[in-house]
Every structure is written in C-alpha cells, then in structure tokens.
C-alpha cells in the first residue's frame, strides 16, 4: 500500500539562523545587550536561542518574554514566533485564539510564513471557525511570494478539493513550484499525481522521481511509496530488497504503513529470508499504533498459528479492533469466527452482520459467505434463496475471476427458475446502483 499524505503542514517559526558554530560568549553577550536596548530583531533572535536551547539552557518562558518585547513593537518574525508558543503551549498556556491573534498581526504584514500559519489556523478551525476559503486566501498570499510550504498546503487544497473547485491541474502547479523548491512533501504528492496520473498523463518512471527525491530527504511517506513501487516494479524494475531498504527507513520513523508493509514481505519471503516471527513484529507495532490493515494481518498470524501460538481469542481480539474501523477484511473473519465459533460462542446474528459489513464495501468472500448465510438460512428468519442468489451474483461481478458470474448462474439453475435468477438479478442491480444500501 502507497499514500498520499497531507501530513502535518509545515509552519517555521524563524527566519533567524544561527551559523553551524555556536555563538562566542561575546558575541552572546552582544545580542543579550542589543535586546536589553529594545533591538527587536536581537530580541526575537534570543527569544529563538531560549526556544532551541541554543548556547543557553533552554526556557520556553524566556522565549516568550523576548518574544512578545519584540512583538509589541510590530516585528513580524516575533509575532509569528509567539503565535507558535500560544498555538503548541510552549511556555505558556495552549491558546489558540492568542496564536491566531499573533499570527493575524505578522500576516498582515506580509510576513509569509505567517501568513501559511494563519491558513492552516482557518483550515484545521483552530481559535476560529474553520473556513477553507480563508485559509485558501492566506496560503494564496504566501505561496505567491514564493513560500514552499504555502505552495505545498494551496496545491492541497486543490488536491482535495477544499474551499475551491477540485483541480488537479492547478495542484499540480502549485506542488512543482514547491517541490523544485526541495519541499519534500510536495515532491512526495508531486509523485503521486504522476502515479496516478491526476492532472497529467500517468508517468511510474516520473513518480519514482519525486518519490526517490523526497524519500533521499528522509520523508517517511515518500520512502513507504518508493518501496511499493520497488515491490510492485512500478516505474523500476521489480526488486523486492530495495523495497525492504525503503520500507525499512520509513518504518524507523513509526510509519505504520511500511512497518505493515515489511510484515508482509517476512511472511512471504521476498527481499528477505522468510520470518513468521518477524512478520508478527513488524505487524504487531504498526497494529499498537491502531493501523486497521496491521491489525488484520496480525489477527491473521494468531487465527492461522503463524510466528505464535495459534490463538483464537488474540486473533478475535485484532480482526475485531480492524473491524471496528471499517476494515472490511478485518470484518469478514470476524464473521467467519462467530459462525465457526473459534475463540467465541457460535453466534449466527452476529456473523450476518459483520459479512453483511463487509459485503456492503464490496468484498467478495464476505459477499458469498452472506449468500451462505442467506441459502442455509443462518441468522436470519428461514432459507431466502432471492437474497442468497443476489449476493451469488454480486460476488460474482465483483471477481476479478474470468467466467466466474456464467459459473455462478450456471449453479443457480439447479436449484431456480430462469424467472427467480431474474428477480435475483434485478435485485442485485437495485443493491449496486444504491451503493449498498438498498440490499433488502
């Protein structure tokens, strides 16, 4: 599995760089007296030392005690700074009313990462009501000036479609601009785009670009994408021990995807020496970080005794935890535990409705393991062959399997009529063309 990812939107509190050497006591003691003599710019410069523990022991307090001096006199670059303290509760109480504030007073003064700041604020509703058109408004402002991270959070807005037409293309824009900026997140949805080719004509070999030049700067998405790329040979030639590389390095950042991902490849044994035992681990820390898909594969490996004890129960336990989150494998084999009793009592009203959850995402064992239910008229009030029959036939369309609805119908005129395939069939459009929701 591949994802784009918004991530958290860059917000940089300073534009005050410190040189790769630390400051001499000297010149220290300078900038301290500049800012004791009201040099906002040295005082918003101390505030960041405080901030960063920067040649000083590190003092939120103090950071916001420089800040705001130098703020109070209209200097952007703190007012940002201490819109970030008030936003993340550094130094002072959380209060997102007081960042918006402070980022409001640098933003209309241009200051562009303000300005970035203040959308995300309108994006995320947070101190104020959430309204994406105001948000698109202040990243606007600053993507123009050339801000990266603004570049990157417009061209999402464009992606998703919030507060503006969805227009791929005009993402596309504005992701380039970032990404030629070396804004990793950008590069990373930037090949994305291509991957799936939104706003461009599909491109692997262009994705497998700007994956690789985000995922080289250490982005765990971008370096969990190129690994699916290497797994799948997507763009590259197929090679399971580069994916393992890449999924490896994003899996050491928490990725829960690639930490999935590296499961699956142990239980297979491709890219590496095939591990039951490793598979459950990498499985088992993506599944403690709550990812539904790690906690299926991991139900998984304790339903079939795979790298541990075989254990019903644990495996009840995770299939139930996916399940919960709409995982619609997750969903099946929770029926397939209640109707087989294995780590729970038989119960047939509960396994109808986690196939019927499944069934209703579109998933294809859980569609004919309905129709089971529906024909041997388990959990449900007598045998209905009308009702087994559309799940048959739904089943059916959804397999990727060539032949497989002829088959199907084939089976069902054994047991009905040409009129009552035809009913079933009639019901099995009406089920579809609800999305599901019309399946009675």
Request: proline letters at 0%; aromatic letters at 12%; a negative charge.
């Amino acid at each position: 599995m591949r994802l784009n990812t918004k991530l958290v939107v860059i917000r940089v509190i300073a534009s005050f760089l410190l040189t790769a050497c630390s400051l001499t006591p000297n010149n220290n003691e300078k900038l301290t007296s500049q800012a004791e003599q009201g040099n906002a710019s040295a005082q918003t410069n101390l505030g960041w030392m405080y901030e960063k523990g920067q040649d000083v022991e590190r003092n939120y307090q103090e950071a916001i005690n420089w800040y705001r001096q130098a703020a109070e006199q209209g200097y952007a670059r703190a007012q940002n700074n201490l819109g970030w303290m008030y936003e993340n509760g550094l130094g002072v109480e959380q209060d997102y009313q007081e960042a918006m504030k402070w980022y409001r007073k640098a933003a209309e003064q241009g200051y562009a990462r303000a300005q970035n700041n203040l959308g995300w604020m309108y994006e995320d509703g947070l101190g104020v009501e959430q309204d994406y058109q105001k948000a698109m408004k202040w990243y606007r402002q600053a993507a123009e000036k050339g801000y990266a991270a603004a570049q990157t959070n417009l061209a999402w807005m464009y992606d998703d479609g919030l507060g503006v037409e969805q227009d791929y293309k005009e993402a596309m824009k504005w992701y380039l601009k970032a990404a030629e900026q070396s804004d990793a997140r950008a590069q990373n949805n930037l090949g994305w785009m291509y991957d799936d080719g939104l706003g461009v004509e599909q491109d692997y070999q262009e994705a497998v670009k700007w994956y690789r030049k985000a995922a080289e700067q250490g982005h765990a998405t971008a370096q969990t994408n190129l690994g699916w790329m290497y797994e799948k040979g997507s763009g590259v030639e197929q090679d399971y021990e580069e994916a393992v590389k890449w999924y490896r390095q994003a899996a050491k950042q928490g990725n829960v995807i690639a930490k999935n991902n590296l499961g699956l490849l142990y239980r297979k044994g491709q890219g590496v020496e095939k591990g039951y035992e490793e598979a459950v681990k990498w499985f088992l820390q993506a599944a403690e970080q709550g990812y539904a898909t790690a906690q299926t594969n991991l139900g998984f490996m304790y339903h079939k005794g795979q790298g541990v004890e075989q254990d019903y129960e644990e495996a009840l336990k995770w299939y139930r935890k996916a399940a919960e989150q709409g995982d619609a494998k997750a969903q099946n084999n929770l029926g397939w535990m209640y109707e087989n009793s294995l780590g729970v009592d038989q119960d047939y009203e509960e396994a109808l409705k986690w196939y019927r959850k499944a069934a209703k995402q579109g998933h294809v064992i859980a569609q004919n393991n309905l129709g089971k239910m529906y024909e041997n008229g388990l959990g449900v009030e007598g045998k209905n062959k009308l009702t087994a029959a559309m799940w048959f036939i739904l089943a059916s369309q959804n397999s990727s399997r060539e032949g497989i609805k002829d088959e199907v119908v084939s089976k069902l005129r054994e047991t009905m009529s040409d009129n009552e395939i035809s009913k079933s069939e009639n019901k099995a459009k009406t089920c579809l063309s609800s999305n599901y929701k019309n399946c009675g």
